[in-house]
């Protein structure tokens, strides 16, 4: 099924995107536009849509599952997990859409969500986008320790040797981070960068200016 790019870009005026990779504060940000400004959201729950999938037209909606050789899954080349990661995003939007169209258009959005712009600028345009990004350091330093990340830990340390797979990991959303960031730049996206010297108060007020909120 294919909607109208110009039919969402009308029924989605109310939705504003942070774009960018990991650790970047996107989820930070996320919760303030909803707790401060009373902003909706929509989060990206992967299980929700798989049941409707198949493997054949949704293969990368089918992975991780349980049976796999975690070792490998962690361990493969940089290139091909975040090819993973960018298809996955891909394949969720044709479900991710019919959730926005669903939510009340009387309230702002607003969605956290690491995608290639130029998979939504047709019916997201730049002026409601952001991409929010850090260093590689930063998310070495981060990614694989937050809370919301202890699974994926936690399965990791069972792996054949958990500290390289860290290390490779890393690397991957490394690269996944820079790639939306270069995209984001390349297409005249609004880039913030969060560093350990820029308070979340303070990058909550850059993104508020940026969307004139």
């Known amino acids: 099924m294919k909607v109208n790019d110009n039919y969402l870009k009308e029924q989605l005026s109310h939705v504003y995107w942070l774009n960018g990779g990991c650790c970047a504060g996107k989820t930070t940000m996320t919760k303030k536009f909803v707790e401060e400004l ?4 929509l989060g990206d729950d ?17 992975y991780p599952h349980p049976e796999l050789d975690w070792s490998k899954w962690f361990n493969r080349p ?3 997990h975040c090819k993973w990661l960018f298809q996955i995003v891909e394949e969720m939007m044709e479900f991710f859409v019919i959730d926005l169209l669903k ?6 959005i607003v969605i ?4 290639m712009p130029e998979r939504i600028l047709p019916f997201i345009p730049k002026e409601r986008m952001v991409c929010l990004y850090t260093s590689d350091e930063e998310i070495e ?5 937050r809370e919301d990340h202890k699974m994926i830990l936690d399965v990791i340390n069972l792996t054949d040797n958990p500290a390289q797979t860290i290390k490779n990991g890393n690397k991957s959303m490394a690269k996944f981070s820079r790639d939306i960031r270069n995209a984001c730049v390349k297409n005249g996206i609004k880039t913030i960068e969060r560093t350990t ?3 979340k108060e303070e990058q909550f007020k850059l993104v508020r200016e940026y969307f004139g909120l």
């Open 46 to 62: 992967v299980l929700k849509y798989r049941p409707f999938t198949s493997s054949v037209e949704y293969p990368a909606l089918q």
């Open 112 to 115: 956290d969500l690491g995608i």
């Open 103 to 108: 939510m009340s258009s009387d309230t702002p």
């Open 78 to 80: 940089n290139d091909e």
């Open 38 to 41: 009373g902003f909706q959201t």
């Open 197 to 199: 010297s820029l308070s």
């Open 141 to 145: 330093r981060l990614y694989f320790y």
